[in-house]
């Protein structure tokens, strides 16, 4: 039995509201430096290793990828292992700094990797489980899930000021188990689902479809940002005297919005899985898939000269064999053999297809029970387009992928520096030890929303007029350049919108990246070419940071014998050199835009498609929605201009 994929993205936001911890590091930074006896460079690399732990996660993603096949342990295992590495990093660095385990430096950065290490075995499962059960709204998927890893640094903020406060060290603990408590117990909801549910067939009402859903799930994440930030501010003003008690209640409060969004799967059809009715003639699926598929060939724009597209009428289909082991292979299947290809349900009735925009699969969803491969997999309604299916060793001979892994190393690097620093970087501005805490969270929460947004809107815009999403990436590229231009010349009173901007530049660039590298390069591997990308921030970062950091020592040094640095410009030069560093990114992300831009021609028209289809169910030039059985259908291919 599949658990209702509803029931699992809903527990899904739970569970990447705790993979964002590695942005929770300056809450305690300032006593690991006391507890260890560090300097800023030293503190400085642990951060970085923090970093680097929470992007290292292409181990999460190849463990991921090998159980494809295992739609409901694969996800659940590679949540198990990352409780078990989150509650060994943090317990170690508690000990460690507690002086209970001897720990040389070279210990404390491994340690420090592994701390944050464990959200990416959550950020893994939870979002290529998702995106798999929605590939037509991959961005909206991607967008809320990373906006909650970007809210989780505000969350467990809240908690730590309203718990644990002052004490950072003991907080440590906190972050070692409560996540694994979250995760443990959403484990068993979290599955792929390998068919179209009745539930996402749903046209009325309107918070019942899926849009409606998702929209729902949206609006749940920005109450929680605003009321985040509404508490972070009524901390730090003079106006609210709060005490410990009403500290403790907003804790509360944040804890109780955040499972709220377990509201959304009410309706979806109970806990266990539906699949949607199977009606339709498959013939004319094939007929209208055809003609779609020439008449988008004989465009220009979409097939560039040179190009093979589509297969005559007598070009043979595809169809899935399947074995007493359950092993599928494929094997051609001709016009004149189209009568054995048909399948029938459960009821004798020859079944529709779900079609959907699985990128590069074209397999066959087989009936009676038996499991398909990860391959022959259509967990959402829509039609497919070829777009490449790309293993890892592809995408590190494409172009396309360096270009999109050097523009948000840039981009995420620069946010990673300023968010790194910014205990240190307050204290030198003439703010207090303790008033980063609202900084953090301003942070937090504008990341969280720019995930948001940059999920949302340029889903939409797809959808609507076929805008190629990459635009964004050009405009959030500008907006960090601009954002760190802005640090560089802040006061602490204008450190406020800056930690706005640079939040928003930060989890914008996090949206974009998962979600072009899904369209660009496949869903097939995609847990392992998106967790490989994610070092592109985790370099980013370290290298951003090692810079920071000396250029501070060296400024601090000038000072005299007294520790820290006090001005503007402690962070100046650092602030300056990353700005031109984020023009560098703009460029970058202008070529790939050039690059890549006449795919988002196909992928219009074939999301256009499926959203009529969604609105016109009962149309006889719909594309199916069913769960059954189908060949191959044939369709642009664009591989040999995305991967060059």
Known sequence: MYVNKWAGFSVSV???CSAGLAYCFSLYSNQLKEAFGYDQRQIQAIGSATNLGGYASII???????????DGRGPRITLLIGVIVNIFGWVSLWAAAKGLIPAPFWLVLIIAGLTCNGGTWFDTACLVTSVRNFPNERGTVVGLLKACVGLSASVY???YVGFEEPDAITYLLYLAFIPAIVVMCSIPFVNFVPYTQKSELATRPQFCTTGGRFLSAYQIMTALAIYLMATAVMDQSSAFMLNHQTRMLLSIGTIILTLSILLVPIGSGGLASQRAESQGDEEDVIATARARAGSLAADPDVCPPGQHAVPDEHAPLMSTTVSDEDDATEEPLTP?????????DPDGKLAKVPHQKQLGQYDVQNEGGVEPTPSARAPSAGFVEQMPDMTLLQCCTSLNFWLLFLTCSIGMGSGLSFLNNLGQLVIALGGESDSQAVFVSLFSVSNCAGRLLLGYIPERLLHAHGT???????????????????????????????????????GATWSLMATLTSEFFGLHHFASNYTFIQLAPAAG??????????????????????????????FRLSFLL???LDVVALISSTILYYRTRHIYKVEYEELHQHDEDLQHPCS?????????NMGHIPSVSLSNTISS
């Open 14 to 16: 739970v569970c990447t």
């Open 336 to 344: 004149s053999q189209d009568d054995t290809s048909k399948r029938t």
């Open 578 to 580: 990353i700005a031109m």
């Open 620 to 628: 006889t030039a719909n594309f199916p929605t069913g769960g059954a």
């Open 541 to 570: 970062g370290f290298g951003l940071g090692q810079l920071v950091g000396s250029l501070y020592e060296k400024e601090a040094q000038k000072g005299g014998p007294n520790p820290g640095c006090y001005g503007h410009h402690c």
């Open 468 to 506: 190629p999403r990459c635009v964004f990436l050009i405009l959030i590229s500008a907006l960090s350049a601009l954002a760190v231009c802005f640090n560089a010349f802040a006061s602490l009173p204008l450190l406020f919108p800056a930690s706005i901007m640079a939040g928003l530049a930060f």
């Open 157 to 159: 903020t809240s908690i």
């Open 60 to 70: 999460s993603g190849l463990v991921y990828d090998s159980m494809l096949g295992w």
